[in-house]
Every structure is written in structure tokens, then in C-alpha cells.
């Protein structure tokens, strides 16, 4: 009986010295599978790990062709698992050759699934995409949609802006109020009340005129840079006007008119 009773004693007193254990919620943020075991990923900072492996933005690298300066390649992530590919061949055409799909991470590699082609399969080791074969690369680009410095125009109701150099030049479209093209040694800008644009596969223009003079702008679904920064602009700009030409790079902020 004494021996029971000392177990008893021993078994609170142990009990009462535990301090309760927190409870944590654990979110699973992705799962990967490897041989039909499914891997989920609970900690932290192991998720943010997992993360890093994903391609997300845009990259874009140059490799060798036969009778051309190279072929320039962009390739833009959606976190939908979609893609938009654009290849440019220098000194042949400007007009880049585009496809979209889908992509998925597979055996420790990117695999970009379109129809009626064999995958693209990359490496992805921190911010640049490789081959499978590893003979060229592709390096991340910063999306000039995420500058900050767009902030305040959006705020003020802009939808899409363009922007050129040699002159400089800007224009901001409003959707719902109007249109304004600047130079930068011009007195004043041009506002032209908004109109509806003509959407063809290739672009969207606006055939406008101010004080009898007409005015034309063409915004491409093409990647750009500006040559002034390293931001990757996702369209094209072409503004005509008073016989000049005036070429530069888009970003869509609000309600613009998506091409496709």
C-alpha cells in the first residue's frame, strides 16, 4: 500500500512540474509527390523555401541561331500555372513569335507544356532559369508594372501609362475621362477627350485628333524595355503625331482593355 502510494505522489508531482504545450496552427501552404507519398510543407520557412523554387515574374535570356544575332526569349509566370512566351529574332524579324500554355514544377524542373510541341524543360536555381542542357540561361527581370512610382497614378485613376525617350514623352489613359500626351519640350500637353479604341488581334488603337491635327496610338501586347532602367514592360507604345513617330513601353494599372 505504501508503494502504491508513493507512485501515485510521484505521478502528480511529475504531472503538476509539465508546463501545458501551446497549441500551433500549421497552414499548408503547397504539397509536392514524389513516388505516390504526398510531402506537405508545415513549417514557415521551409514553405517560403518551397516558394523560391517556383518561377514567378519574368526572365529572359539571348541564345545562339544560324544567320541571326540571337534569339531573345521572355518568358512571364502567372501564379495560375500559365505562361506567355515571346521569341525575338535579332536582325531578321521585329516581330516576336508568341506562345502561351501551361506549366507545372516536375522532377526538381520547370516543365512548359503548348500544343503540338514537346515541353520546354528548365532548371530554375535562384533567379535564373537554365536548360536541361545547360547551354544558355535565363535571368529574372523585374516588372516595371511593380515599380512603386506607378502607385500615385493609379490612385489618381489612370488605367494605362507610356513612356518614351529621345525626346522624352509620356501619355496617361483614363478610361473614363480622357487621354494626355506630353512632350517634354512642348509648352503644354494634349488632352483629348477618351474614345473607344479599335481591337484587332495584334493591338489596340486609338484614332484620335486635337485642333484639327490627328493623333495616333497603337499599344502591342509585346515585352519592352525602356533603355533608360532594367524594367520589363509588358507592351509596346507607338504614338503619332504631327508627322512624327514617337516609340516607347506600357503598363497597364487599372481597367485598361486586355489584348490577348
Not at 101 to 127: S, V
Given at each position: ?29 503547397d504539397t ?26 519574368a526572365?529572359q ?8 544575332e540571337?534569339i ?69 527581370r ?22 518614351g525617350?529621345?525626346?522624352f ?16 519640350d ?7 477627350p ?5 481591337i ?55 481597367n ?5
Amino acid at each position: 500500500m505504501k508503494s502504491i502510494c508513493l507512485i501515485a505522489a510521484a505521478i502528480f508531482i511529475f504531472s503538476c512540474n509539465q508546463r501545458p504545450v501551446k497549441e500551433k496552427t500549421v497552414f499548408v501552404t503547397d504539397t509536392t509527390r514524389v513516388q505516390d507519398t504526398v510531402i506537405f510543407i508545415r513549417d514557415s520557412a521551409m514553405a517560403a523555401a518551397f516558394m523560391d523554387s517556383l518561377p514567378q515574374g519574368a526572365y529572359q535570356g539571348m541564345y545562339p541561331c544560324k544567320g541571326c544575332e540571337g534569339i531573345q526569349q521572355t518568358i512571364l509566370f502567372t501564379p495560375d500555372k500559365k505562361y506567355r512566351l515571346e521569341e525575338l529574332t535579332w536582325g531578321k524579324s521585329p516581330i516576336p513569335k508568341k506562345t502561351e500554355g501551361i506549366w507545372e514544377r516536375k522532377n526538381g524542373m520547370i516543365w512548359m507544356y503548348q500544343n503540338g510541341r514537346a515541353p520546354l524543360k528548365f532548371f530554375l536555381r535562384k533567379d535564373s532559369l537554365f536548360t536541361d542542357s545547360l547551354q544558355y540561361a535565363l535571368v529574372k527581370r523585374e516588372l516595371a508594372a511593380l515599380n512603386p512610382s506607378w502607385k500615385q497614378k493609379q490612385i489618381e485613376g489612370i488605367d494605362f501609362i507610356g513612356i518614351g525617350n529621345e525626346p522624352f514623352w509620356s501619355l496617361d489613359i483614363d478610361n473614363e475621362k480622357m487621354i494626355l500626351f506630353k512632350l517634354a519640350d512642348a509648352k503644354k500637353p494634349v488632352i483629348v477627350p477618351i474614345e473607344k479604341p479599335l481591337i484587332n488581334k495584334d493591338s489596340t488603337r486609338y484614332n484620335l485628333s486635337t485642333e484639327g491635327r490627328p493623333l495616333y496610338i497603337t499599344i502591342f501586347p509585346q515585352f519592352c524595355s525602356d533603355g533608360m532602367s532594367d524594367f520589363l514592360y509588358q507592351y509596346k507604345v507607338s504614338v503619332r503625331f504631327k508627322e512624327n513617330t514617337y516609340k516607347g513601353c506600357g503598363v497597364m494599372l487599372g481597367n485598361f482593355v486586355e489584348i490577348k
